[in-house]
């Protein structure tokens, strides 16, 4: 079954830039709908609030603020593609888990393959048979390259982002899955608080909440993760409430 169009938005200073990578959408078939432009960064926030779009296209070059600091302003629920003359941004891109990085001038079959991997990606988070979830029996559904991983919310210490990629990290080891963080929020509200942008935290193993080489809370084997100052007041607050339950 074909899914709904797949909303996105074109923000880059220049007018021609954002007509061409536009006109070349439209040379092939797919699935992509373009519901707004913008020439910089809080104009792609606000586009962003206003018509919540499941794709960003994005410049890094532009006036005032750096496209690379959309994630200061945006939740990771966004994907973003950005678009840019500069390839040695890459690496930062990539730390902060853009979905891909395409270069000017716009190479189509890079941009196509790019396209289809959007295309995938909503096509499997949108299916019920998905191969991360919950099960009843308090345990989750993981698939990796090595067969589906079943494992008992018990026995997570913390979710790592990285990248596109999820760190799940046990007592003394770690399992990686090609799923982003956001895959595990359902676990939030069911003893697991996120107190960083690309932590996942199991409230349950930690030891203490530790203000020496900044906020951070040291887990019961030992490892620390760090509470970013926007969670921080939220998760006191949280596991204030956990120890009245």
């Known amino acids: ?43 792609a926030v606000r586009k962003i609030q206003e018509l919540k779009p499941k794709v960003v296209f994005l410049d890094i070059d532009m006036p005032k603020f750096s496209g690379l600091q959309i994630r200061e302003f945006i939740s990771d629920e966004v994907l973003i593609v950005y678009v840019t003359a500069h390839g040695h941004y890459a690496i930062e891109a990539l730390r902060l888990e853009a979905f891909d990085y395409l270069l000017k001038p716009i ?25 991360i979830s919950k099960t009843l029996d308090q345990k ?63 409230t349950k193993k930690i030891k203490r909440f530790s203000s020496v080489y900044g906020s951070e809370v040291v887990l019961e084997n030992g490892g620390t993760v760090p509470v970013s100052r926007s969670s921080k007041e939220s998760f006191m607050q949280f596991m204030k409430g956990a120890e009245k339950l």
Do not use: W
């Open 140 to 202: 989750i559904a993981i698939s990796t390259q090595q067969g589906t991983h079943f494992v008992s919310k018990e026995d997570v210490f913390y979710i790592e982002a990285a990248a596109m990629y999820a760190i799940i990290h046990f007592e003394k080891e770690q399992l990686i899955v090609s799923k982003p963080l956001k895959e595990f929020s359902y676990l939030e509200g069911d003893g697991f608080f996120r107190t960083h942008r690309s932590f996942l935290v199991n």
């Open 107 to 131: 190479d189509i079959e890079g941009l196509k393959k790019c396209i289809t991997r959007i295309e995938q990606y909503f096509e499997k988070h949108t299916l019920q048979e998905d191969k």
């Open 1 to 43: 079954m074909k899914q709904n169009k797949i909303s996105a938005i074109v923000i880059d200073d220049e007018q021609h830039a954002r007509d061409l990578l536009k006109s070349v959408l439209g040379l092939f078939e797919h699935n992509i709908e373009i519901i707004g432009e913008g020439e910089n960064l809080p104009e």
